[in-house]
């Protein structure tokens, strides 16, 4: 029998709607959102997780190290060329032309990263196949470089070319969206090149140094012909001096690999680990806009050493800081101490910039154009070299268990070890010492 509560029931069954009152729509819609998000922050964490798995670090340390490698490769094939072409033709067309190659070697990664679905990642081992255009990266730095040596006396040097280096901002823009320093960097890649038709002719500065030194010549300035380059193997100090930019190029290499190390070992997530870069780049321009130029002024006032000798102390003492760096990395157990080591490491990049500088000074003016790009073919080289080198001593690390993560710094320290010696035992031409 049927009471009047179930059929009052029954009735407001007829006529509810049937999707529900507009509280319940209201109650559902929340309900899905909270769900959807629920989803989306789960779907994240185990995407970062992924990322940091040892297959995913392994061939993103694998692509990295190869990109360089085929990267640097025009370098060491061309910079020599090149910088003998900026000796007698002129500094600014070969510019322009090392501007092209990275014009269109960037693009082409660009592009590629773009349309991940169409074109393997791999793919972008070719960006070196655009850098024969001047001899990419390297020739065109070092052709830049050779004009602001054209420019400024020897003793400004140093400081000259610490003022063009700027801190990177793309770890910062890496923690909002990893597109924005990507594309952005770009940007500035293109600027940079039209700064670059608004720079003048240096070639006739340079000649016009040696009209004012003919009189002082030196071991490295015969005054009879010879083939260009010869000037390098005869120079026991030049020699020794691009061996150590040799050695340096592999500070590079082995930092690429400092945000997945920093992301594998300490847990962090990428973006946070990719600051370390900006850290390291502030207090690198700390260094070189107030550090250096205060130890200048100091050696020159109470240590009583001038001009390239100055230089030559400078790179010794950061070529040991950058040894001592690497390994403080590679052997930190806790965060504080990764700190430490990459201030130690940044408070040793004052190295190339020093022994640069010095070498510069044994060398004559026209021929500095070659001194720089063979500086920056042996820095191609040891890019080249030390690239896959790290990235498998990375991946071997990873095998071996957490406590050799660090073996790429490990190896770099060795290395910058050695390094450091040789410039320790490095003899001073007396034209140098007469400065």
Same mark, same amino acid.
């Given at each position: 029998?049927?009471?009047?509560?179930?059929?009052? &029931?029954?009735?407001?069954?007829?006529?509810?709607?049937?999707?529900?009152?507009?509280?319940?729509?209201?109650?559902?819609?929340?309900?899905?959102?909270?769900?959807?998000?629920?989803?989306?922050?789960?779907?994240?964490?185990? $995407?970062?997780?992924?990322?940091?798995?040892?297959?995913?670090?392994?061939?993103?340390?694998?692509?990295?190290?190869?990109?360089?490698?085929?990267?640097?490769?025009?370098?060491?094939?061309?910079?020599?060329?090149?910088?003998?072409?900026?000796?007698?033709?002129?500094?600014?067309?070969?510019?322009?032309?090392?501007?092209?190659?990275? $014009?269109?070697?960037?693009?082409?990664?660009?592009?590629?990263?773009?349309?991940?679905?169409?074109?393997?990642? *791999?793919?972008?081992?070719?960006?070196?196949?655009?850098?024969?255009?001047?001899?990419?990266?390297?020739?065109?730095?070092?052709?830049?470089?050779?004009?602001?040596?054209? %420019?400024?006396?020897?003793?400004?040097?140093?400081?000259?070319?610490?003022?063009?280096?700027?801190?990177?901002?793309?770890?910062?823009?890496?923690?909002?969206?990893?597109? %924005?320093?990507?594309? *952005?960097?770009?940007?500035?890649?293109?600027?940079?090149?039209?700064?670059?038709?608004?720079?003048?002719?240096?070639?006739? &500065?340079?000649?016009?140094?040696?009209?004012?030194?003919?009189?002082?010549?030196?071991?490295?300035?015969?005054?009879?012909?010879?083939?260009?380059?010869?000037?390098?193997?005869?120079?026991?100090?030049?020699?020794?001096?691009?061996?150590?930019?040799?050695?340096?190029?592999?500070?590079?290499?082995?930092?690429?690999?400092?945000?997945?190390?920093?992301?594998?070992?300490?847990?962090?997530?990428?973006?946070?680990?990719?600051?370390?870069?900006?850290?390291?780049?502030?207090?690198?321009?700390?260094?070189?806009?107030?550090?250096?130029?205060?130890?200048?002024?100091?050696?020159? *006032?109470?240590?009583?050493?001038?001009?390239? $000798?100055? &230089?030559?102390?400078?790179?010794?003492?950061?070529?040991?800081?950058?040894?001592?760096?690497?390994?403080?990395?590679?052997?930190?157990?806790?965060?504080?101490?990764?700190?430490?080591?990459?201030?130690?490491?940044?408070?040793?990049?004052?190295?190339?910039?020093?022994?640069?500088?010095?070498?510069?000074?044994?060398? %004559?003016?026209?021929?500095?154009?070659?001194?720089?790009?063979?500086?920056?073919?042996?820095?191609?080289?040891?890019?080249?070299?030390?690239?896959?080198?790290?990235?498998?001593?990375?991946?071997?690390?990873?095998?071996?268990?957490?406590?050799?993560?660090?073996?790429?710094?490990?190896?770099?320290?060795?290395?910058?070890?050695?390094?450091?010696?040789?410039?320790?035992?490095?003899?001073?031409? &007396?034209?140098?010492?007469?400065?």
């Amino acid at each position: 029998m049927t009471t009047t509560a179930d059929t009052i &029931d029954d009735v407001h069954d007829e006529t509810a709607p049937l999707l529900g009152t507009g509280r319940d729509q209201v109650q559902t819609g929340s309900s899905r959102s909270r769900k959807l998000n629920v989803m989306l922050a789960a779907t994240t964490l185990i $995407l970062a997780e992924i990322c940091k798995s040892e297959p995913v670090q392994s061939e993103l340390a694998l692509v990295n190290g190869w990109k360089e490698t085929a990267e640097v490769l025009p370098g060491i094939l061309l910079s020599v060329p090149f910088g003998v072409l900026a000796d007698h033709w002129g500094r600014k067309p070969v510019l322009l032309l090392g501007v092209l190659g990275v $014009l269109l070697g960037e693009t082409w990664v660009r592009v590629l990263c773009l349309f991940p679905t169409v074109f393997p990642l *791999r793919l972008v081992w070719l960006s070196g196949m655009w850098r024969l255009i001047g001899g990419g990266d390297i020739g065109l730095s070092s052709t830049a470089l050779v004009m602001v040596a054209d %420019r400024f006396p020897e003793d400004e040097i140093a400081v000259v070319l610490s003022e063009v280096l700027a801190t990177p901002i793309s770890a910062y823009l890496m923690t909002r969206d990893a597109w %924005r320093p990507f594309m *952005r960097g770009f940007g500035i890649i293109l600027l940079g090149s039209l700064s670059a038709f608004l720079m003048p002719e240096t070639l006739a &500065d340079a000649k016009s140094k040696i009209s004012s030194t003919a009189a002082a010549p030196s071991e490295e300035e015969e005054t009879q012909p010879h083939p260009a380059g010869k000037f390098i193997v005869s120079s026991p100090a030049v020699a020794v001096c691009l061996l150590g930019l040799f050695i340096s190029s592999i500070n590079r290499s082995s930092t690429s690999l400092l945000i997945q190390y920093t992301s594998k070992r300490f847990h962090w997530s990428i973006a946070n680990s990719s600051l370390l870069i900006s850290l390291r780049g502030t207090i690198t321009l700390a260094n070189f806009l107030l550090l250096m130029p205060a130890l200048s002024v100091l050696l020159t *006032r109470y240590s009583h050493l001038h001009g390239k $000798l100055k &230089d030559l102390r400078v790179a010794q003492a950061s070529s040991v800081i950058s040894a001592l760096g690497l390994f403080v990395i590679a052997t930190a157990a806790s965060q504080a101490v990764l700190l430490l080591g990459i201030v130690l490491l940044s408070l040793g990049a004052a190295f190339n910039v020093s022994c640069r500088s010095f070498v510069t000074s044994l060398v %004559r003016p026209d021929r500095v154009g070659t001194l720089y790009s063979s500086a920056a073919s042996i820095q191609a080289l040891g890019t080249m070299v030390s690239g896959p080198l790290f990235a498998y001593a990375f991946r071997w690390g990873l095998h071996l268990g957490p406590a050799w993560l660090g073996l790429p710094f490990l190896l770099a320290s060795a290395v910058y070890l050695l390094g450091s010696v040789l410039l320790m035992r490095l003899r001073v031409p &007396d034209r140098v010492h007469g400065e």
